[in-house]
T-cell receptor, first 113, second 113 residues
Framework: NAGVMQNPRHLVRRRGQEARLRCSPMKGHSHVYWYRQLPEEGLKFMVYLQKENIIDESGMPKERFSAEFPKEGPSILRIQQVVRGDSAAYFCASSPALNYGYTFGSGTRLTVV | DQQVKQNSPSLSVQEGRISILNCDYT??????FLWYKKYPAEGPTFLIS?????DKNEDGRFTVFLNKSAKHLSLHIVPSQPGDSAVYFC????????????FGKGTKLTVNP
């Protein structure tokens, strides 16, 4: 039973490029959360999705960031026109339902050069 | 505005002794608290949690204490083992919502053999 799979593990982008981070939840999990960890900081909530729906995006920056969780396939966090300040570790977590707790993936480390 | 604070960035203890990690919060709406353990280059792993209706929860070597009036919780690890060396994050949530967690910045625990 594979855990939450995130890819790529490491991603390097030049300023102005787009970054796409993928998250495949655990089997049977239909709830996905994205968190961002800046250097020397704790994890900060970005967005909560269920299949085909964004439930809570209160932590998402207003511009350049978007997320989706299609009916088929992984959840995608997209960052357009990346800037140096986007360099961080991005963690995805999945859950089978609310109040069941969730399992984190190993993260994608984005470096913007 | 940091709602969950871990004021000690690091802690060093001897193997076999007790490790005490502290966490303070400011939001009185938080009613569920969690501790996560994180190794380098991995995602956070759930350790133990406590509801605001309790003041103590124990699981093997790990005990979490909650003092609601002081808005303070602590994680006790006894006896500490070298494998416990990791970064420990305190997190809080308000149940009934989207289950998004608010994390502290973490405390790096080093257990010396």
């Amino acid at each position: 039973n594979a855990g939450v799979m995130q890819n790529p593990r490491h991603l390097v982008r030049r300023r102005g490029q787009e970054a796409r981070l993928r998250c495949s939840p655990m089997k049977g999990h239909s709830h996905v959360y994205w968190y961002r960890q800046l250097p020397e900081e704790g994890l900060k909530f970005m967005v909560y999705l269920q299949k085909e729906n964004i439930i809570d995006e209160s932590g998402m920056p207003k511009e350049r960031f978007s997320a989706e969780f299609p009916k088929e396939g992984p959840s995608i966090l997209r960052i357009q026109q990346v800037v140096r300040g986007d360099s961080a570790a991005y963690f995805c977590a999945s859950s089978p339902a609310l109040n069941y707790g969730y399992t984190f993936g190993s993260g994608t480390r984005l470096t913007v050069v | 505005d940091q709602q969950v604070k871990q004021n000690s960035p690091s802690l060093s203890v001897q193997e076999g002794r007790i490790s005490i990690l502290n966490c303070d919060y400011t939001n009185s709406m938080f009613d569920y608290f969690l501790w996560y353990k994180k190794y380098p280059a991995e995602g956070p792993t759930f350790l133990i949690s406590i509801s605001s209706i309790k003041d103590k929860n124990e699981d093997g070597r790990f005990t979490v204490f909650l003092n609601k009036s002081a808005k303070h919780l602590s994680l006790h690890i006894v006896p500490s083992q070298p494998g416990d060396s990791a970064v420990y994050f305190c997190a809080a949530e308000t149940q009934g919502g989207s289950e998004k967690l608010v994390f502290g910045k973490g405390t790096k625990l080093t257990v010396n053999p």
